[in-house]
């Protein structure tokens, strides 16, 4: 029987397993868990929403069924709720309610686990068995079908669902053997590509004989003989046996064996001709008046023989043209050690083949595509992709064989089970689809940022990016807000918001982001000075209300006396006004800055901005030597070297370059929890404007960018910078 048996619930599933875990990944699906709990997920969604995407049912009514839970079912229940991203949670959780073999439990523990992490097939396949042993067979069909939109590359997950259905359906129905027919071509078409497909096709095969059609178990075959699979020699085996040890009628179509009948007598009147076969006689000269002996439809075994021959020699050519495939990516296949989903990280040398493999396979396919155009053989047969997006801006040129895209796809789709927690190969796959399918591109940005990397904020607003720059701005405001509600405290996520809005027109909206930034913040000194900051540098700039800018930074000052970089911002605001307006108020902020708790290094420089000023734009000459005076006095206060006044500006250069150490180092209310820490790769904003905008401004302030609570996976992250995002890839 080709259904190979259905293992059953108690089946170990554990994480090391790779058997249990083997599934490559293609759907869009947000990675909240599912259950009563009130969790909302990175993406905004709450948990029930998260199932939504997965087409997974709620579980009303579920503790009718089996009653109250076990004992320790709410402790284990709060224990993942609190702590979603710990794996050994969820798999003691799932062990628990195994062991308890309690529906309810088992089923809510299921789905919520199956929300977080769908590439695990083992658990797909587990939650089929617990429906199906408790007699809910369209229950177990329905599971097995979410499993596959989540993981359509998982061939042990159809080989179940397909011996699921040999189970359960009346196969003496006609519509039955259509159905499993169906499926199997379902199953080819999103998995037959893969590289240890070979379960599948046999499998296919085997049916078709068990149902009495040859001729289609010669199809499968022949089809799988030009997919390179790591047994492809063994289909070939099994072929030349099913072609050998059948009548050629029953294994080839009728057309396909009058041909090979017709081709059989073509050779042998040639061998005739040229003398090398004397038993040739299919055209022996008969006398005149005797007719050709009719053909009675069957084939002595010389021409049996011939034939089998003849159709051997054509597959002959197939196969030696696959197995140069298969050579081709053997040493890649097989640097490959761990092709399964799992939470603990890859060494270097496994990331790296999976990188050398995926760039390999992108030029192979290029360099066919290209080969055919030159020789000219046919468009047909190749994908070129040439359009707009949608606001107008063409997308590149792109030409792929259509067959090398899919060997391409499938390729990122399996680097996408292994590597699913490093964004590197999430932003290697984006970056090839772009400029093919835009749909595609954000389905896999979906993928990425609400289920397997929910807080590496980089890859977040580098789809908001995606977003923006193909017009669809409101998506791109959707994963903002979305981003900024689950990873709160990133100031990076609130300018992001301002500056969107910014570009679009809507001022009043970038206006009252950063306003509410600065009212949420007056209770951490250093992040409302920062958005103090920001705040001003909009008013000033874009608002035209430098009055505004000024009452903003004066109330900032009052809150963090000690914070340089306030004063610095409003000593600029006053040098780029109008003098004749206020031609006092660079003093003020000098004699303000004076007054302050800064360090004397830096009320030093500050002095000697103000007399510089005072030198270029002073109105009468006691002015300027008042202000040296003072000047000396403090040179002398603080056992400073006497100076002049000099016109240059190293002294600014030392003030702008100066920083108060206001690093973050506090925890984040909201943060995720046991999140690994990732370095501070975020350059510091510029300056406010005028000759001290110099990109070392907020040398203090880089930091607020990126938290320590919002970390990387494994250590293996991708330092983008904060503006990166903005521009694509060259």
């Given amino acids: ?164 259905l040999l189970g359960t359906l009346n196969m003496n129905l006609p519509e039955s053997i259509q159905r499993i027919r169906s499926t199997f071509e379902d199953a080819l078409e999103a998995a037959g590509w893969d590289w240890h497909s070979d379960r599948l096709w046999d499998l296919y095969a085997e049916w078709e004989k068990e149902q009495g059609d040859l001729r289609a178990m010669t199809v499968v075959y022949e089809r799988v003989m030009k997919v390179p699979t790591q047994l492809y020699s063994t289909h070939y085996e099994k072929l030349k046996t099913h072609l050998t040890t059948h009548p050629l009628q029953d294994v080839l179509s009728p057309e396909e064996y009058n041909k090979l009948r ?117 468009v047909e047969g190749q994908e070129t992709t040439e359009g707009t997006s949608l606001e107008g801006q063409e997308v590149p040129q792109v030409k792929v064989g259509i067959a090398g895209h899919k060997r391409v796809q499938i390729l990122y789709e399996r680097s996408l089970i292994a590597c699913a927690l490093y964004e590197e190969f999430w932003d290697k796959y984006v970056h090839y689809l772009e400029p093919r399918s835009l749909e595609e591109t954000r389905s896999v940005y979906k993928r990425a940022c609400e289920i397997h990397l929910p807080y590496r904020h980089s890859f977040h607003l580098q789809w908001a990016t995606f977003e923006e720059r193909h017009g669809n701005i409101p998506e791109a405001q959707r994963i903002l807000e979305s981003l900024e509600k689950a990873m709160p405290g990133l100031a990076v996520v609130r300018l992001r918001r301002a500056g969107l809005e910014r570009r679009v027109g809507r ?44 009452a903003t930074l004066q109330e900032a000052i009052e809150i963090s006396p000690g914070n340089s970089k306030l004063y610095l911002n409003l000593l600029e605001l006053e040098v780029s006004g109008d003098l ?17 708790p800064l360090s004397p290094k830096t009320k030093i420089l500050f002095s000697q901005r103000g007399l510089q000023f005072v030198e270029d734009f002073g109105t009468s000459v006691q002015s300027v030597l008042s202000i040296y005076e003072e000047h000396q006095k403090l040179l002398n206060e603080h056992g400073g070297k006497k100076r002049g006044a000099d016109n240059s500006d190293d002294d600014t250069e030392k003030l702008s370059k ?44 880089g930091n607020w960018y990126q938290q320590q609570q919002y970390g990387g996976y494994g250590g293996y992250h991708n330092p983008w910078n904060q503006y990166n995002q903005y521009y694509p890839p060259s």
């Fill in 507 to 550: 001022l009043d909206m970038a206006e009252s982001l950063l306003r509410d930034a600065v009212e949420q913040n007056k209770d951490k000194p250093h992040l409302h000075a920062f958005f103090s900051i920001k705040l001003a540098r909009f008013l000033h700039k874009l608002g035209k209300n430098p009055s505004r800018a000024r």
């Fill in 262 to 378: 017709e081709d059989y007598r073509q050779s042998q009147i040639q061998a005739k001709k040229e003398g090398s076969d004397p038993t040739a006689d299919e055209d022996e000269e008969r006398p005149p008046g005797e007719e050709d002996p009719a053909d009675s439809g069957k084939d002595t075994d010389d021409a049996v023989q011939k034939m089998q021959e003849l159709l051997l020699a054509s597959r002959e050519e197939a196969y030696l043209l696959n197995e140069g495939e298969v050579r081709k990516r053997w040493n890649f296949e097989d640097a490959i050690k761990r092709p399964y989903f799992h939470v603990k990280p890859l060494d270097r040398a496994q990331l790296k083949a999976w990188q050398s493999y995926l760039d390999w396979e992108t030029a192979e396919a290029e360099a066919e595509a290209g080969q055919e155009t030159t020789e000219g053989t046919s």
């Fill in 658 to 701: 100066m920083d108060d150490g206001s690093a973050m180092t506090g925890p984040l209310q909201g943060a995720p929890p046991s999140m690994p820490p990732v370095p501070m790769t975020t350059p510091p904003p510029p300056m406010m404007g005028g000759d001290m905008s110099g990109a070392h401004g907020y040398g203090g302030y």
């Fill in 1 to 164: 029987m080709a259904a190979e048996g259905i293992e059953e619930f108690s089946d170990n599933g554990d994480s090391t397993n790779p058997s249990g875990f083997e599934a490559p990944e293609v759907t869009d699906m947000a990675g909240p868990s599912v259950g009563a709990c009130e969790e909302r997920g990175p993406g905004g969604a709450d948990v029930a929403e998260a199932a939504a995407h997965y087409g997974i049912p709620p579980h009303e009514g579920d503790e009718e069924e089996d009653g109250e839970l076990p004992v320790d079912f709410e402790r284990l229940w709060k224990i993942v709720n609190d702590n979603p991203l710990d794996f050994n949670c969820w798999t003691d959780l799932l062990q628990y309610c195994e062991q308890e073999s309690h529906m309810t439990a088992s089923r809510r523990a299921l789905k919520a686990f199956l929300a977080r992490y769908p590439l695990c097939y083992g658990y797909w396949k587990k939650f089929a068995d617990l429906e199906r042993r408790a007699g809910h067979n369209n229950k177990a069909e329905e599971v097995c079908v979410q499993g596959l939109k989540a993981i359509p590359l998982s061939v042990d997950l159809w080989i179940h669902y397909i011996n699921l």
């Fill in 580 to 596: 004749r307006v206020n031609g006092g108020g660079v003093q003020q902020c000098v004699s303000k800055a004076l007054a302050a």
